[in-house]
């Protein structure tokens, strides 16, 4: 069964500090998606990124960027000079080739102090 | 704001009813997608519908039903309402996705219905 493990629970960094948020996952596929997803404390989701299992390059968008690292099952999230804007939770998730066995990982919340 | 659109944005309703949520997508999205997350199971993917057609089929429960209609836009049904079924329903469009492959493109994500059954 697939599974995305978020091992931070909860977060807090002071601004401008660079923070990474962890994700794990677990699937016999060798194609998959991988996602991340932010829930501000307003309460709506936005999409951050999607990534395919064959796309191992890291990506950078701003102040943003992804691990990918097949070898240990991991696209770990980087945030460089966090800001306040950046609190939120932050979701990985997983699903295969034919969005089947869609999982999400429990969140981590991250909270960026002034 | 996305450009998705849910109504109601609140619900309050009892065990056993049924109810109807509804999501129009971005213009020219054919892709739609329903999550629902409550503090019990978090964040579950439900289905996903492109051009009218089912595509992919997560948590969805027997008594959820779903259906995308011509002009895209998109309903959610509940029935046989419990008490956990209490929580945000979020739908999310994406532009077309290529081929028969699933293909995941960038989602927009509308503001979700509340829906409380008491």
Known sequence: AQ??????????????????????????????YLFWYKQPPSGEL??????????????ISGRYSWNFQKSTSSFNFTITASQ??????????????????????????????? | DSGVTQTPKHLITATGQRVTLR????????S??????SLDQGLQFLIQYYNGEERAKGNILERFSAQQFPDLHSELNLSSLELG??????????????????????QFFGPGTRLTVL
């Open chain 2, 23 to 30: 999501c129009s997508p971005r213009s020219g999205d054919l």
């Open chain 1, 46 to 59: 936005v999409f951050l990124i999607r990534r395919n299992s064959f796309d191992e390059q890291n990506e």
């Open chain 1, 3 to 32: 599974k995305v493990t978020q091992a931070q629970t909860e977060i807090s960094v002071v601004e401008k500090e660079d923070v990474t948020l962890d994700c794990v996952y677990e699937t016999r596929d060798t194609t998959y």
């Open chain 1, 84 to 114: 306040v804007v950046d609190s939120a939770v932050y979701f990985c998730a997983l699903t295969d080739n034919y969005g089947q066995n869609f999982v999400f990982g429990p969140g981590t919340r991250l909270s960026v102090l002034p």
């Open chain 2, 85 to 106: 079924d209490s929580a945000l329903y979020f739908c999310a469009s994406s532009a077309k996705a290529g081929g028969l492959s699933f293909s995941y493109n960038e």
């Open chain 2, 32 to 37: 739609v997608y329903w999550y629902q997350q």
